[in-house]
Structure formats: structure tokens, C-alpha cells
């Protein structure tokens, strides 16, 4: 018999509270009965047997945030997978099976984006957290200074001109925190199974610093943002550039180029 875990804390959630008694059961019923991905394949007569009261189809509806219909007709729970496992390894035993209905299921692009979403989530909050810090040190440094209103004045230009002025990560400092962030490349391979991760990295970083390319990002987390959605749109074999028309072509072989060039960026020697 399969042992699952259990959120003791659910009974607590708003959403949960404010469903019926039938539904709350219907609920667990459905995160026990399902199979090792989240997923359930509707067997409506027997689960009202199990329930004790008659449910079918049109009850989902009340829990339609917690659960999706796929197109092969089975339920999937959306938030199973993160709260049973956290992290998937293909490694794992334990987890084979939980591989193995991901790709029956055609959920592969689901789980894995959802996967380096709640990563991406993860830095914005730390990035959020340092700015407040920021923002914290500086109310400080205002109650404390019992200096008149001018000099006060003064104090924050000078902090707003050194903060201005603060050079920016480099190509090298910005491509190592990202290849060096094990969890997010792991999330991007998995994703991404079989593509060049360095090589699509190389291509992201020309095509946002080209002469009429888009704005590059200013920091490291919508860096990587910018790099899973090159990948996610790049459909050949290794992640990269179609060369397919004369811009294409050209980006495909600058990429490569530049790849060679500045092998240190991947090396991690921060010489030029």
C-alpha cells in the first residue's frame, strides 16, 4: 500500500475551509487515489462509494484551482508533484515512476516549467528581500542623523551619485553565478533534456547585448529568465539557433565564435 504525505496544515487554508464537507473529502480522495504524478483517471461510481455521497464531474468545479482536466480526459493534481517530492531526480528510484506518468501524461513542459518557475519565484524573493535590507539600512542612517536638513540632503545625493555609479556584473561575473547555480541548471536540464546549455547562453547573451538587440536585463535573475525562454523557443535538437535565412545564420555562427572566443567565460578565468 502506497504512503503518501500529508499537509496537516490544510485544514487551516481558506480555500479549503470553505469547502463542504463532501468536497473536503472528495479532495483527499483524490490526493490518495491518484497515481504517483498527481494524476486520476475518473472512476466517478466508485469514488461515491468511497465518499458516501454521489459526486461526479461537475464537483470539480469547486475545487477547480487545486486540479486540471487533461486532454486525454484524467484529472491532475497541480500542485502534487512539488508537495510529495520538491525536488525530481531522474537518479532516484523512487521517483521512476513518477517520470514515467509525466511522459504518458504529456506533462513533461507542465511540471519542469513549473518546476523552474517556483526557482525563478525563489530568486525574485531574495532579490526583494535584499532591496528591502536596502531600504532598511537607509531609513536607519536617517533616524539616527540628527544633523540639519541640508547636510541630511546632501548625504543621500552623494548615497544616490555612489549607488548610480556602481559598476554593473560583467560578462564573466553574470555567466558564472548563473552556470555555477547547480539547482537552476539542473531544472534547466531537465527541461530541456538533450540542448546546449552554454552554447543557447552564448546566443542569449549576443542577441540581448547586439547594437539593435532588445535592452539587456540588470540583474541575474531575469538573466535567467531570459535564458530558459531561449531555450524554450529554440525546438532544434540542441537548444540553438535554426540557421535558416542570412540574421539567423549569422547569430548561429557569432554564437559559436563567441563560445570559442571567451572560453574563460565557461573556464571561470575572469582575464579580459
Known amino acids: 500500500m502506497a504512503k503518501r504525505f500529508t499537509d496537516t496544515g490544510i485544514w487551516e487554508k481558506e480555500w479549503f475551509m470553505k469547502l463542504s464537507p463532501k468536497h473536503k473529502c472528495l479532495f483527499r480522495y ?21 465518499i458516501g455521497e454521489k459526486v461526479d464531474a461537475s464537483d470539480l468545479m469547486v475545487i477547480n484551482d487545486q486540479v486540471e482536466k487533461l486532454s486525454n480526459g484524467k484529472i491532475w493534481l497541480i500542485g502534487f508533484i512539488d508537495f510529495q517530492y520538491g525536488k525530481l531526480s531522474d537518479k532516484s528510484p523512487a521517483h521512476i515512476p513518477v517520470f514515467k506518468s509525466i511522459k504518458k501524461n504529456n506533462l513533461t513542459d507542465r ?12 530568486e525574485k524573493e531574495k532579490e526583494k528581500e535584499k532591496e528591502e535590507d536596502k531600504e532598511e539600512e537607509k531609513e536607519t542612517v536617517k533616524e539616527k542623523d540628527s544633523a540639519p536638513e541640508i547636510i541630511s540632503v546632501a548625504l543621500e545625493q552623494k548615497q544616490f551619485v555612489k549607488t548610480s555609479t556602481a559598476p554593473k556584473p560583467d560578462r ?16 534547466l536540464q531537465m527541461a530541456h533534456r538533450g540542448k546546449d546549455i552554454k552554447q543557447a547562453w552564448a546566443e542569449c547573451w549576443i542577441h540581448h547585448n547586439a547594437p539593435n538587440g532588445p535592452s539587456p536585463p540588470s540583474d541575474v535573475g531575469w538573466w535567467k529568465q531570459k535564458l530558459n525562454g531561449w531555450l524554450s523557443n529554440k525546438k532544434t535538437e540542441n537548444g540553438t539557433s535554426k540557421a535558416v535565412g542570412k540574421k539567423q545564420q549569422h547569430t548561429s555562427t557569432l554564437a559559436a565564435s563567441v563560445a570559442e572566443t571567451y572560453r574563460d567565460v565557461f573556464t571561470g578565468s575572469k582575464d579580459g
Do not use: Q, S
Open 30 to 50: 483524490l490526493t490518495e487515489r491518484c497515481d504517483p504524478a498527481g494524476v486520476w483517471e475518473p472512476n466517478w461510481h466508485l469514488a461515491t462509494i468511497y
Open 111 to 122: 511540471v519542469f516549467d513549473r518546476v523552474l518557475h517556483t526557482l525563478m519565484e525563489k
Open 172 to 187: 564573466v561575473a553574470i555567466t558564472e553565478e548563473i552556470l555555477n547555480d547547480e539547482i537552476f541548471v539542473e531544472g
